[in-house]
């Protein structure tokens, strides 16, 4: 479920399917609508399993957010997931974090750097 951290952060703890596939197609909907695109930080520690289509709604999430110069953390990835992420060679594409209180202040520490 997708929670407003901040005014600039959004928060969201997932959970396995199909709780999943919406819940990434409601973030990548409300961050394209959006005028002024938060940070998004996506908890995966509830999720045991991902497929196509979510890698596919995860790089549509990098690529708005990317667009509007902010940034994604994934933190909490389980073994299963990171399996999938590094045979994909996602493991090169997202930035990752072991937790979320260490996603949320990678993304203070990297937004209040001015070289960052």
Same mark, same amino acid.
């Given at each position: 479920?997708?929670?407003?951290?901040?005014?600039?952060?959004?928060?969201?703890?997932? #959970?396995?399917?199909?709780? &999943?596939?919406?819940? =990434? /197609?409601?973030?990548?909907? @409300? %961050?394209?609508?959006?005028?002024?695109?938060?940070?998004?930080?996506?908890?995966?520690?509830?999720?045991?399993?991902?497929?196509?289509?979510?890698? #596919?709604?995860?790089?549509? &999430?990098?690529?708005? =957010? /990317?667009?509007?110069?902010? @940034? %994604?953390?994934?933190?909490?990835?389980?073994?299963?997931?990171?399996?999938?992420?590094?045979?994909t060679g996602l493991d090169k594409?997202?930035?990752? #974090?072991?937790?979320?209180?260490?996603?949320?202040?990678?993304?203070?520490?990297?937004?209040?750097?001015?070289?960052?």
């Amino acid at each position: 479920m997708a929670i407003e951290w901040s005014d600039d952060i959004l928060l969201a703890q997932l #959970a396995d399917e199909p709780a &999943l596939s919406e819940e =990434l /197609g409601l973030i990548g909907d @409300q %961050l394209a609508d959006a005028e002024h695109k938060p940070h998004a930080v996506l908890d995966f520690r509830g999720v045991t399993y991902v497929n196509s289509s979510n890698i #596919a709604q995860l790089l549509r &999430l990098r690529k708005i =957010l /990317g667009e509007a110069d902010r @940034q %994604l953390r994934i933190c909490g990835v389980t073994d299963e997931v990171w399996s999938v992420l590094m045979v994909t060679g996602l493991d090169k594409v997202f930035h990752f #974090a072991p937790d979320t209180m260490t996603g949320l202040a990678s993304i203070q520490i990297d937004a209040d750097d001015p070289a960052g």
